[in-house]
């Protein structure tokens, strides 16, 4: 799949421009007839809940009605903010092998059964310490079921949930990577003493097509569902590099 991203990647500057991936796309309009009146342009990073909000674009620090009919908007700080609360989080619970143990609470008595990675970054970071007039704390005493330090205002537009995220980014999200890093090290002696040392490092993909095998008598489409060869997929040598010892 072209353009996938692994949820696993502790990277924070992958997951930054991943999470960015909607910057400046336009907005479809929906007025008070419930009539789609066409695009509106926005200047942001996105997460909008409907494919056809009713309001505006809310930032952070200009919280308005917006908050309850429109959608959120993410600054470039804010998004750097979520990028290293969810870092945090793969750090925590991965690594994940399958997108549903990555998306889903865990089956535990702790914080990590409250939420998935995904949300407790969203509420460790851009949903955390909102205006209080649109955040005020949800009375147990109406409700005795509901979680420790709920808000009213959950669940509205202006505060981010993981299904506005992985409605705009699910389809590019992958628990595995097929092209992968491998670096090497020798060295040779000359009896205990080492005369000289390498490395080097690879880039490598895994492509669909099965290594060749005189056995298989399969055909060719039904290799590629499910390789007849007991060598599995090709391995392609993108890049190679020899490289210093200050770099490793």
């Given at each position: 799949?072209?353009?996938?991203?692994?949820v696993?990647?502790?990277?924070?500057?992958?997951?930054e421009?991943?999470?960015?991936?909607?910057?400046?796309?336009?907005?479809?309009?929906?007025?008070?007839?419930?009539?789609?009146?066409?695009?509106?342009?926005?200047?942001?990073?996105?997460?909008?809940?409907?494919?056809?909000?009713?309001?505006?674009?809310?930032?952070?620090?200009?919280?308005?009605?917006?908050?309850?009919?429109?959608?959120?908007?993410?600054?470039?700080?804010e998004?750097?903010?979520?990028?290293t609360?969810?870092?945090?989080?793969?750090?925590?619970?991965?690594?994940?092998?399958?997108?549903?143990?990555?998306?889903?609470?865990?089956?535990?008595?702790?914080?990590?059964?409250?939420?998935?990675?995904?949300?407790?970054?969203?509420?460790?970071?851009?949903?955390?310490?909102?205006?209080?007039?649109?955040?005020?704390?949800?009375?147990?005493?109406?409700?005795p079921?509901?979680?420790?330090?709920?808000?009213?205002?959950?669940?509205f537009?202006?505060?981010?949930?993981?299904?506005?995220?992985l409605?705009?980014?699910?389809?590019?999200?992958?628990?595995?990577?097929?092209?992968?890093?491998?670096?090497?090290y020798?060295e040779?002696?000359?009896?205990?003493?080492?005369?000289?040392k390498?490395?080097?490092?690879?880039?490598?993909?895994?492509?669909?097509?099965?290594?060749i095998?005189?056995?298989?008598?399969?055909?060719?489409?039904?290799?590629?569902?499910?390789?007849?060869?007991?060598?599995?997929?090709?391995?392609?040598?993108?890049?190679?590099?020899?490289?210093?010892?200050?770099?490793?």
């Amino acid at each position: 799949m072209d353009g996938s991203f692994n949820v696993n990647s502790t990277s924070v500057d992958a997951w930054e421009a991943f999470l960015s991936g909607t910057l400046n796309l336009p907005v479809r309009k929906l007025n008070e007839k419930g009539v789609i009146t066409g695009f509106e342009n926005v200047t942001g990073i996105r997460y909008p809940r409907a494919a056809a909000p009713m309001g505006k674009g809310m930032k952070t620090e200009a919280l308005d009605e917006n908050y309850w009919n429109g959608f959120r908007e993410l600054t470039a700080t804010e998004v750097r903010t979520l990028a290293t609360s969810i870092v945090d989080e793969i750090k925590d619970r991965g690594p994940f092998l399958t997108l549903g143990s990555f998306v889903n609470r865990k089956l535990a008595d702790d914080k990590n059964g409250k939420s998935g990675a995904l949300q407790a970054a969203l509420d460790n970071s851009v949903n955390k310490d909102l205006d209080p007039d649109f955040q005020s704390p949800a009375n147990p005493s109406i409700i005795p079921t509901l979680p420790a330090n709920s808000n009213q205002g959950s669940g509205f537009p202006g505060q981010l949930l993981q299904g506005d995220l992985l409605q705009a980014l699910g389809p590019y999200m992958t628990v595995h990577s097929d092209t992968f890093t491998i670096r090497a090290y020798g060295e040779a002696k000359s009896g205990n003493t080492v005369t000289a040392k390498a490395y080097c490092e690879a880039v490598v993909q895994r492509l669909p097509d099965p290594v060749i095998s005189g056995a298989s008598t399969g055909t060719a489409p039904s290799n590629l569902i499910v390789a007849a060869s007991p060598f599995g997929r090709r391995l392609s040598i993108v890049s190679f590099r020899w490289m210093h010892e200050a770099e490793i």
